[in-house]
């Protein structure tokens, strides 16, 4: 019994089973991955279920179903937050992208005016909020702009791609409410990458603590990027 009991104090300090990133966000895999499903009580819904890319690291299933009851808590007629590709069970390279190998990467659909989450049926994004280089009347510019908040000011988030013309509207109604200044390091982290992030965006965490084998990106530049 004391055996046990001393090897299970072994096993809980070193963290035996916690999830580890390992490499990099396009040339990695992940060990001891968590599938979303895990927390099925959150007000998260998975997309495009059978191509089966339902895990990550536990800091990103914490992300999104932490930013999924935020959002809730806070707007509580909003959609359910809908995700799109994470990764797959060990990680490595999957079919549409480059990146999402390592666990810290995932792609979230932006919350509309019309409150109307994409049928789960689809087997591809429902909506682009970016047409002919304008916003959509349907992209919810205060409860977008209060995600990106969130999850800067409690996740370790590096990078959140978005399309070009979404981060300028970011930085205009930031400017307009006020908040410029104190959200520069929230507006810093969004990076644009146009052509692809008309519909959703693709939150990318920074290598967890303890991840020794993770390879950590650059930060980015300094200053709103505005
Ligand atoms: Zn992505």
Redesign the pocket.
Known sequence: MKLIISMLVLVLSFNLFASEAIGFYSNGKIGNSVSIDAYSESHVRKLYRNRGQLYGTTETMLALTSLADHMKANYPSVEVTQI??ISSKNGRKIRR?K??QNGL???VVYYRVNEQAQPESETEWGEDFVINRKLTKNFHIERNWEAMKFLVNNHDVGRI?VDGQIKKALCSYAKKIGEFSQEIETLRRLRIENS??MH?F???LKCPSGNSRCKAQGEPPTGSGC
Do not use: A, K
């Open positions: 799109g590709d992208h990146s999402h990467d995932s792609d791609f692809v992030h959703h693709h939150l990318r």
